[in-house]
């Protein structure tokens, strides 16, 4: 069955040290890899999109990266602003508009 | 703004109601989806429009119907709901037809069912 882990299921960081969350999936034949941020009360908002194994993505303090089996998002020098939920989600093989989503990784950054 | 929309934000309802939600995007994409987001699990897939047809309908009892009446509107039409119904539903679109597009989502609706 086709799955996807991450973790850890919640972290908290200092401001400024830097860390890496990561999602894990057992999809054969991996088609996207999806990153969203979700803060309290709002739907999930779109970080980046990574197709094939070797490819990084950035923005600002976000930096994600994908292998075969696993993705990471390292954050580098967070801020107290960047503290939300972390979802991760994949879209397997068949041409279908499956997506499945991993629980998320709650981050909290102290000032 | 992620430019979805959704109405209401809040929604308590009785288990013998019937309610809407409504879900609006301003993207012009043309794949809509409902999700749950239920506390500790990962989101579930409800439905998926494209092109205003409905392509994926995963297991949803039929307490929830849904109904997309052109590519920028999405309704879920809630009736004889139960308390385990109580969630977070989303809404979201991609660019579409066809797939690898990210999604955007709306803010969601907190439902409660009492």
């Known amino acids: 069955e086709d799955q996807v882990t991450q973790s850890p299921e919640a972290l908290r960081l200092q401001e400024g040290e830097s860390s890496s969350l990561n999602c894990s999936y057992t999809?054969?034949?991996?088609?996207?890899l999806f990153w969203y941020r979700q803060d309290p009360g709002k739907g999930p908002e779109f970080l980046f999109t990574?197709?094939?194994a070797g490819e990084e993505k950035e923005k600002e303090r976000l930096k994600a990266t994908l292998t075969k089996k696993e993705s990471f998002l390292h954050i580098t020098a967070p801020k107290p602003e960047d503290s939300a939920t972390y979802l991760c989600?994949?879209?397997?093989?068949?041409?279908?508009?499956?997506?499945?989503f991993g629980t998320g990784t709650r981050l909290k950054v102290l000032a | 703004e992620t430019g979805v929309t959704q109405t209401p934000r809040h929604l308590v309802m009785g288990m013998t109601n019937k309610k809407s939600l409504k879900c609006e995007q301003h993207?012009?994409?043309?794949?809509m989806y409902w999700y749950k987001q239920s506390a500790k699990k990962p989101l579930e897939l409800m439905f998926v429009?494209?092109?205003?047809?409905?392509?994926e309908n995963n297991s949803v009892p039929s307490r929830f119907s849904p109904e997309c009446p052109n590519s920028s509107h999405l309704f879920l039409h809630l009736h004889t709901l139960q308390p385990e119904d109580s969630a977070l539903y989303l809404c979201?679109?991609?660019?579409?037809?066809?797939?690898?597009?990210?999604?955007?989502f709306g803010p969601g609706t907190r439902l409660t069912v009492t």
């Open positions: 979201a679109s991609s660019q579409g037809p066809g797939t690898n597009y990210e999604q955007y």
């Open positions: 999809v054969s034949g991996l088609r996207g």
């Open positions: 990574l197709y094939s």
């Open positions: 989600a994949v879209q397997p093989p068949g041409g279908t508009y499956k997506y499945i």
């Open positions: 993207l012009g994409h043309n794949a």
């Open positions: 429009y494209s092109l205003e047809e409905r392509v």
